[in-house]
């Protein structure tokens, strides 16, 4: 298994800037697909970012497009999600999540998306 611990979260204004981190305890980090969900108060948790094995390969959450960048650093068992031009509507808790398995429609991009293995979370609060 891997432990999963998440941080860099707080608040932000709108239009800012954040960079979370998610360490991963394990011999075999770079076994696990690697990535990110987000949960607001009363609402489904929903798929943001996603990187291979390798890192050779990404997939971000169409209202992320363009604004998130996930990446992996494998000597370091760590997954980074950098987020600019934070909006209102991306106040979250933010998780990591691993995977031995490629996220497909019916695990991480599913209405309320699974994995299995999870961090704890850190809050991202983007005010107005």
């Known amino acids: 298994q891997v432990q999963l611990v998440e941080s860099g979260g707080g608040l932000v204004q709108a239009g800012g800037s954040l960079r979370l981190s998610c360490a991963a305890s394990?011999?075999?980090?770079?076994?696990?697909?690697m990535g990110w969900f987000r949960q607001a108060p009363g609402k489904e948790r929903e798929f943001v970012a996603a990187?291979?094995?390798?890192?050779?390969?990404?997939n971000y959450a169409d209202s992320v497009k363009g604004r998130f960048t996930i990446s992996r650093d494998n000597a370091k068992n760590t997954v980074y999600l950098q987020m600019n031009s934070l909006k209102p509507e991306d106040t979250a808790v933010y998780y990591c999540?691993?995977?031995?398995?490629?996220?497909?429609?019916?695990?991480?991009?599913?209405?309320?998306?699974?994995?299995?293995?999870w961090g704890q979370g850190t809050q991202v609060t983007v005010s107005s």
């Open positions: 394990g011999r075999t980090f770079s076994l696990y697909y």
């Open positions: 999540a691993a995977d031995r398995v490629a996220p497909t429609s019916s695990t991480w991009y599913a209405r309320g998306g699974t994995a299995q293995y």
């Open positions: 990187i291979s094995w390798s890192g050779g390969s990404a």
